[in-house]
């Protein structure tokens, strides 16, 4: 149990290990900006910008993005004023950043390293089916799961009636890029970040990763 609030929290785990659906849990339950790189990195290239059509090429082959498209990209996000409390000091939910040891260190350059880091533990097999089987909303950005979490309504979104996608990463080949990828370049970060991780067991049921993820949450006084 910590004394200070923690506003500035990062969820870090291997890709499919459920980041995305408990942020957006934590988002409703506690009101937190989710930043999401990799969600603001599908709209830039469905937009069609510049970084955008950049960052899909490494994408698509499962790479990271290289670190100073992603340093500017979230240096500017965490400027906007729903990253921060009434007092002005700051409040956001990362999901997926920082990814490497240089995007921790150019977070910690601008005086905003997290105060709380929630790691969520799920083993290889586990995250090569759920990512296999997820289907994602272009239009509002829910997530389902053919076998886990199907749509009322086949292949069509719950939240907003549009038809869901394969993400062109969720391949098992470029699955498994991903994950060598995590290991060598982000699971550094459990070290870096010691004194402030948390870690979850995400190989549980959604709404009991999401509980013990809020738990961890509040227990850092995060109201
Ligand atoms: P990003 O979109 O961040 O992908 P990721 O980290 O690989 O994570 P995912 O979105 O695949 O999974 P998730 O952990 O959010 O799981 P989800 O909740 O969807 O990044 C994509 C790419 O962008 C990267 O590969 C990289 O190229 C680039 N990028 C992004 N940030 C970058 C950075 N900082 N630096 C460099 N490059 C960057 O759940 C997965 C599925 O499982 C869903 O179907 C869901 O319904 C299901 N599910 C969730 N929880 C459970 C549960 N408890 N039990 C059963 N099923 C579950």
Redesign the pocket.
Known sequence: MTTSVAHKIILV?P????????AKGLVDRFGLTHL????M?RAAGAAGTEVGTL?KT??DR????PDEV?VKLISERVQANDCRNPDGSPRFLL??????LP?ADALAAEGLSPDLVIF?DVPTDAVVR??C???TCPACGG???VE??PPLKDGMCDRCGAALVHRS?DQEATIRQ?LA?FEAQTSPLVQRYGSVIARVD?N???EV?LKAAAAVARAHGVT
Do not use: C, E, N, Y
Request: avoid cysteine; charged fraction near 20%; proline fraction near 6%.
């Open positions: 785990g890709p499919g290990a459920g980041k995305g659906t408990v999401s790189t990799g969600d990195l960052a490494f994408m499962g790479a990271l993005v992603m999901d997926g950043f920082p990814r490497t995007q969520l759920r990512l089987g997820r289907r997530v389902h799961h886990f979490a990463d991903r990828a995400g549980q049921a959604p990763v």
